[in-house]
């Protein structure tokens, strides 16, 4: 079992930046997936970005050059620095890990980026 718990959420004005952590209940360096997912109310929950197989990363078209994700194995967090957001970008934001097959989702944090 893997408890995740995210922070950093809030309302910003377009063109600002936001970091989200996720902290994860027990060690993350043995977690090959781990990322960060987004649904905007009526939409599907689309991927945002996330590690892959050690640290590769995959990111949505949409906010390459703009979000990053890095990891602090140390501290069990991985982070998802959000830049020149745009109100595209107002969704719940979730945390997800797998580990041993099983798909686990944090509580979601809400950001909302006002034009």
């Known amino acids: 079992q893997v408890q995740l718990v995210e922070s950093g959420g809030g309302l910003v004005q377009a063109g600002g930046s936001l970091r989200l952590s996720c902290t994860a209940s027990r060690s993350i360096f043995f977690l090959n997936v781990m990322g960060w997912y987004r649904q905007a109310p009526g939409n599907q929950r689309e991927l945002v970005a996330i590690f892959t197989s050690g640290d590769s990363t995959n990111y949505a078209d949409s906010v390459k050059g703009r979000f990053t994700i890095s990891r602090d194995n140390a501290k069990n967090t991985v982070y998802l620095q959000m830049n020149a957001l745009k109100p595209d970008d107002t969704a719940v934001y979730y945390c997800?890990?797998?580990?041993?097959?099983?798909?686990?989702w944090g509580q979601g944090t809400q950001v909302t980026v006002s034009s």
């Open positions: 997800y890990c797998n580990s041993w097959g099983r798909d686990y």
